[in-house]
C-alpha cells in the first residue's frame, strides 16, 4: 500500500490489516480524517455520508464518493454509502454495505452530525427531536445493526461522537442535548457486551470544520494542499485517538475522550462524597443550605462505571 511521506513509523506499528470499518458521516471535515486514517493502515472502509447541509437538510452523493475514491488513489480499500443513518433502515444499510462488499464489520465510528442552533424561550420541539434523530439514533441504528455481527465474532470496535459542546451555549441547546445523551448510551452498551470483546467509546473532537464554523464550502477539506501548512485545528489532529479506540489494542470501554490541536484529555463524570444527615428522617432544607459546600466539596470524589457501582457508592453508609 502507498503511504503518504508524513505518516509516522509510530502509525504504522497499529495496523488494521483484516478490519472492516463503517465511518459515517465521512465525507467531509473530521469523519474524512478517520476514514483515511482507518484506510490509510489497512482497514477496509465503507464511506457513509448523506451529504446533507449542516442543518441535516438534503443529500449530495459526491463527498462519500471522493473520499472513497481518495482512500482507493492511496492504495487502501473503500466504497462509498449514503444511506441516511438517522433511520433505522438507513442504519442497517450503511452495515450492509459492509457485509456484502468485505464479509464483515469490526468498527464502526458514528461520526454524522447536525447543527441547528436554538435556545430558549425560542427553541422547539422539532429542533430537539432532530438532534437526537441524527447524533443518538443515529448512533444507535448503526450499531444496533452492527451487534448481532460483533457478539458473534467476539470482537468489536463502536466510537460515538460527543462534543464539548454538551457543556452548552445559550444557543445550542438541542445539540448539546443529543452530545451528552451519547455517553449513557456508550456507558449501557459497554454493560451490554458483558465479557465480549466489543468496546464502546466515545470521542469529543476539537477541530475546525465546516459544523465547527470553518469558512468553507464544504468541499474544500477534500482538496489536496500539500504545500500549505496544516492548522492546528485540523482534523487529523483527533484521528489518532478514535485510531486506538478503534483497534485490538484499545482496552477500555465506556470512557469519554477529547482529541485535537497535539492534546488528548479524558473526560469523565465524578460523585463527591457529599454530605450525610445524622438523622436522614428529620433532614430538611436548611441542611442542603447550611452543608452545601460539603456536598459539593470534590475531595475523595468517584467515578461510577454503571447504575449500580453509583448506588454501591452512594449507599456505602447503609
Not at 156 to 181: C, E, H, Q
Request: with cysteine; proline share 4%.
Amino acid at each position: 500500500m502507498n503511504r503518504r511521506p508524513t505518516e509516522s513509523m509510530a502509525m504504522q506499528e497499529y495496523r488494521f490489516d483484516g478490519r472492516v470499518a463503517v465511518v459515517t458521516g465521512a465525507g467531509r471535515g473530521i469523519g474524512r480524517a478517520y476514514a483515511h486514517l482507518l484506510g490509510d493502515l489497512g482497514a477496509k472502509v465503507v464511506v457513509n455520508d448523506l451529504g446533507g447541509t449542516i442543518e441535516g437538510s438534503g443529500s449530495d452523493a459526491t463527498p462519500a464518493q471522493i473520499v472513497a475514491q481518495e482512500i482507493i488513489d492511496a492504495g487502501g480499500v473503500a466504497v462509498a454509502d449514503v444511506s441516511d443513518i438517522s433511520t433505522v433502515a438507513g442504519g442497517k444499510h450503511a452495515i450492509d454495505t459492509a457485509l456484502e462488499n468485505f464479509g464483515r464489520i469490526d468498527i464502526v465510528v458514528n461520526n454524522a452530525g447536525n447543527v441547528r442552533f436554538g435556545g430558549l424561550p425560542d427553541v422547539d420541539a422539532d429542533n430537539i427531536e432532530n438532534h437526537l434523530a441524527v447524533h443518538v439514533m443515529g448512533a444507535f441504528n448503526t450499531s444496533h445493526a452492527a451487534w448481532p455481527h460483533m457478539i458473534e465474532q467476539n470482537y468489536g470496535r463502536i466510537v460515538i461522537t460527543s462534543s464539548i459542546g454538551m457543556f452548552g451555549l445559550p444557543d445550542n441547546t438541542g445539540y448539546a442535548t443529543a452530545k451528552a445523551a451519547v455517553l449513557g448510551m456508550a456507558n449501557s452498551m459497554t454493560l451490554s457486551a458483558g465479557e465480549h470483546d466489543i468496546k464502546i467509546n466515545v470521542i469529543a473532537p476539537n477541530a475546525m470544520t465546516r459544523m465547527g464554523g470553518a469558512p468553507s464550502d464544504g468541499m474544500a477539506q477534500i482538496r489536496h494542499k500539500t504545500d500549505e501548512p496544516k492548522s492546528d485545528m485540523d482534523p487529523s489532529l483527533v484521528a489518532p485517538m478514535v485510531g486506538y479506540l478503534a483497534h485490538e489494542v484499545c482496552n477500555v470501554s465506556g470512557e469519554t475522550y477529547l482529541a485535537g490541536a497535539g492534546r488528548f484529555a479524558h473526560l469523565f463524570s465524578g460523585v463527591t462524597e457529599g454530605y450525610l444527615h445524622p438523622d436522614p428522617h428529620n433532614a430538611g432544607i436548611a441542611d442542603v443550605v447550611d452543608n452545601l459546600s460539603q456536598i459539593k466539596d470534590r475531595t475523595g470524589y468517584y467515578t461510577p462505571d454503571s447504575l449500580m457501582d453509583c448506588v454501591k457508592h452512594y449507599m456505602a453508609h447503609r
